[in-house]
Nanobody, 126 residues
Framework: QVQLVESGGGLVQAGDSLRLSCAAS????????MAWFRQAPGKEREFVAA????????YYIDSVKGRFTVSRDNAKNTMYLQMNSLKPEDTAVYYC???????????????????WGQGTQVTVSS
């Protein structure tokens, strides 16, 4: 089992920055991929970014490329999401996810991740 805890959400204005953290515990040695998803009110959960735990390869949805950066600190078992130039449409609950299975195509569906955090609210005002 892997436990995930997010932190760092908050209320900011458009154009501001925030950094989310996701601390993993438990069987962290088994993690292959970690990812960020988000869910806005009335919308389905969507993939935002992912990172391969060992190699550090990163993947993003088009709407956040150039603004968001996903990274990890293996020693601290923590993943980060640096969010710059935030827009009101980035408002959502952000969830951290992890999985221990290898892949050839980066997993972008929620069903492909075994472990989830509780979520942290990000609100961007215009």
């Amino acid at each position: 089992q892997v436990q995930l805890v997010e932190s760092g959400g908050g209320l900011v204005q458009a154009g501001d920055s925030l950094r989310l953290s996701c601390a993993a515990s438990g069987r962290t040695f088994s993690i292959y991929t970690m990812a960020w998803f988000r869910q806005a009110p009335g919308k389905e959960r969507e993939f935002v970014a992912a990172i391969k735990w060992s190699g550090g390869n990163t993947y993003y949805i088009d709407s956040v490329k150039g603004r968001f950066t996903v990274s990890r600190d293996n020693a601290k078992n923590t993943m980060y999401l640096q969010m710059n130039s935030l827009k009101p449409e980035d408002t959502a609950v952000y969830y951290c996810a992890a999985d221990d299975r290898s892949w050839t195509v980066v997993p972008v569906r929620g069903s492909e991740y075994r472990y989830w955090g509780q979520g942290t609210q990000v609100t961007v005002s215009s």
